[in-house]
């Protein structure tokens, strides 16, 4: 799915000059939109681990858990008798190599996952009892279900797309065109490589001031910043202690201009605090 649940634009939303013009980050990031089944064919309901295997973890090790092990995708099979259950269900957790994290997983689903993986979830026909038979029709589960939310992300957890994956935008209102387009927010990782801005996901909203400027949080790099409204340039940039994902303010307290962001972060898996961060230039002498 893309654009994705979250936008395009998020609910954030976006800043407007009394000139038209108005300026709006999004995000470009696909979503994986994918429906299970939820029955076998003689109508016996398909476990929950068994749906979430196949939601989550099929797209490497395969529908049949075989994996490809020449590929690097490893056959779960026996996984069991090489690794103890602790260490599966920590590997699920935390990811492993080139194995992306499942942290968004419930404690309940991750052992369901685990059972079925281990073989040690019930068969599906013994959820019924001995000779009875289940016909379809008795079956009042609908036949497929949503497997959730799910980024498609490469295995080092990025975009599963060329970049930019988060942008700012200024957009004309009175003609419809876009003025300019620029990446928003970087990840160290990437620039360390020399990587250029890539932008980031972001939640959190732009504030456009008189004096020509767009001050914005939003990104996953915990940064506010200051672009030029009339060419998408950075002119500014401050470190906050948790993400800005929040719409900035502005105020003006003895002719001294501040601007303001809630700091709580919490959003792309990023950390979560409780700051409110103001700045200003330095006071006049
Ligand atoms: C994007 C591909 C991908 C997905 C999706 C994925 N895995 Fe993996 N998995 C891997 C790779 C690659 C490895 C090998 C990791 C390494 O090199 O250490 C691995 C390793 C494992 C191992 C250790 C295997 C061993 O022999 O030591 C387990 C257990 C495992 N995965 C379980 C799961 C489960 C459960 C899911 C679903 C929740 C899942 N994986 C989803 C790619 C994936």
Redesign the pocket.
Known sequence: MFPEFDGGMEWGGGAADPDGIYYVNINEIPWLMQMVETRRADGTSVPSGEQ??MA??A???GLDRAGNPTG?????ID?GS??PREQ?SL??RQG?????A?DQ?SDAQRNA??DY?LGVAPPSASRREEGQAAPTSMNTTPPYAFSGFRRWSD?EGFPAIKPPWGTLNAVDLNTGEIKWKVPLGEYPQLKARGIPPTGTENYGGPVVTAGGLVFIGATADETIRAFDKQTGAILWQAELPFGGNATPSTYMINGRQFVVISAGGGKSGRPAGDRIMAFALPEAK
């Open positions: 979430d295997y989550f973890c797209s490497c090790h690097g995708f490893p056959s779960l996984v090489r690794k599966l590997i699920t492993a190599g080139r194995m992306p499942f997983l996952i685990l993986v295995a």
